[in-house]
């Protein structure tokens, strides 16, 4: 089957509660529903959009967790991955950001999500550095852990 090319730009927010554990969500490819993943909440810069007005908006959108631009630390690095899912082959700029997130904000919502994301997302889980570096579970991107060890480091968080 072919695949149709898709390119996009994304921010990615990396919410740390109290204990420095990072919040990922838990899903699987449409095309694939037999091989869940763990990934990192954000998505596509809309138009007009910066990166960290679409951190803070698919923020709120993926996981019901209010912020503004200010709270947002970062960015920690930008990278460039291809991946299939749903159909398409996407070729997606991502860059991330980092918010300490207080104990009354962290209950997690999907309410706000779209309709194919709550069809394709089934869980979250707060993970810390040492439970990704030991889990043989997947997760994306595959140098999570030392992205959170950088942001960690670098004392920003508050």
């Known amino acids: 089957m072919t695949k149709i090319p898709l390119r996009r730009f994304t921010a990615r927010a990396l919410p740390f509660d109290e204990q420095d554990r990072v919040l990922l969500l838990y ?3 449409p095309d694939r529903p037999d091989q869940p993943f763990w990934f990192t909440v954000g998505g596509a810069v809309e138009d007009g ?7 803070v908006r698919e ?3 993926e996981v019901g967790i ?7 630390r970062g960015p920690y690095g930008t990278i460039t991955i ?6 398409y082959t996407i070729t997606q700029d991502q860059t991330f950001y980092a918010i300490r997130v207080a104990e009354a904000a962290s209950a997690v919502s999907f309410q706000h999500m779209e309709q194919i994301e709550k069809d394709t997302t089934t869980a979250y889980r707060w ?8 889990t043989e579970e997947k997760y994306f991107p595959e140098d999570l852990a030392d992205i959170v060890r950088k942001i960690i480091a670098a004392g920003e968080l508050g």
């Open 66 to 72: 209010r912020a503004d631009a200010d709270d947002l």
């Open 27 to 29: 899903g699987f490819d």
């Open 82 to 87: 291809t991946f299939d899912w749903g159909g």
């Open 49 to 55: 959009e910066t990166e960290v007005g679409a951190a």
């Open 59 to 61: 923020l709120f959108e």
């Open 127 to 134: 993970w810390s550095v040492a439970e990704l570096e030991s």
